[in-house]
């Protein structure tokens, strides 16, 4: 299986001097299987667009949004011109080794995996938990084993295109800029039975965070608190499960007052929450106890 290869930029210039010269190494190594190279750049100012169109690699494709639309949008606009079967995401910061596609390109041939996590140097698969009435997520311990994951990362993970299209790939209308994105497509397609896994024989280097430094530090932890709440209410269809939500945001809201500010950036989109939710509901095939059982529930 082929893959499309989709890296969004937004002034990263020095991020790709890095980086793409590693990419176009990968691409010589046939069985990477690598057939195009798509970077989506979000209205960057800098140098990023005549530096990549200076390569003048026929391999490597760009397209041009006039203006920073956020990282959902970037993606989805790549996703929609690619040609593959796979689709591989990678941050601007995100630096391949010479064989990072052989081995996790070889699980699609079992038909239910969705996704494949690569290994970032120095982090294992992604591992969560269900606490207090609110999912949150981290990285595992490093190891050498392959093996499920709790989600698969937007910036270094590879993705069946055509269960991406069925899910409807990320969520712009509900979490746009960024931020939960990956997580919300990935638990969406193990509610459906599909499969995630993490390789550690794709090794990556991942500088994490180097685009979203460049924005206030403040509004970035607001809009990550606020899509977590969006994703919790779009994907808990659990009655139990929600009702300890209810009970853990009632706890959270009495010992930190300010933190009404952010269910009421959430509630502005109660209403395409509730319709996304009934779509949850009805396409469900996993019930959320069972897919959180497999990690830390409580």
């Not at 969705?114 to 591992?127: A, Q, T």
């Not at 931020?179 to 993490?198: H, N, P, Q, T, V």
């Not at 959430?266 to 996993?286: D, P, Q």
Request: hydrophobic letters at 40%.
């Amino acid at each position: 299986m082929k893959v499309s290869v989709i890296i969004p930029n937004w002034n990263g210039e020095s991020l790709l001097k890095i980086n793409i010269p590693y990419l176009l190494e990968a691409v010589k190594i046939q069985k990477n299987s690598i057939a195009e190279i798509i970077v989506v750049d979000n209205g960057s100012r800098d140098g990023s667009v005549t530096y990549l169109e200076g390569l003048g690699n026929p391999v490597l494709k760009i397209v041009k949004i006039q203006k920073n639309l956020g990282f959902l949008v970037a993606v989805n606009r790549g996703v929609k011109v690619s040609k593959e079967d796979l689709i591989c995401l990678l941050n601007n910061d995100v630096r391949v080794t010479n064989n990072f596609l052989v081995k996790p390109t070889k699980h699609f041939k079992e038909r239910n995996v969705f996704g494949v996590g690569l290994h970032e140097k120095g982090e294992g698969p992604s591992i969560g938990y269900f606490k207090q009435g609110f999912i949150d997520i981290a990285r595992g311990v490093e190891n050498n084993k392959l093996q499920n994951t709790f989600w698969v990362s937007g910036g270094s993970g590879i993705f069946r295109k055509s269960f991406w299209q069925k899910l409807g790939g990320f969520d712009e209308s509900l979490l746009a800029p960024f931020y939960w994105e990956d997580f919300d497509i990935s638990y969406r397609a193990m509610k459906r039975g599909y499969k995630l896994l993490w390789e550690p024989d794709s090794l990556v280097y991942h500088e994490h965070e180097s685009t979203s430094k460049l924005l206030n530090k403040s509004y970035t932890n607001f809009t990550k608190e606020r899509n977590q709440l969006l994703v919790i209410w779009k994907n808990i269809t659990s009655r139990y499960l929600f009702r300890q939500h209810v009970f853990g945001l009632i706890k959270r809201t009495l010992m930190h007052p300010g933190y009404i500010r952010i269910i009421f950036a959430a509630m502005i989109k109660l209403t395409l929450i509730i319709n996304k939710r009934r779509i949850e509901v009805k396409e469900s095939r996993v019930a959320d106890e069972e897919i959180l059982s497999k990690w830390t529930y409580q």
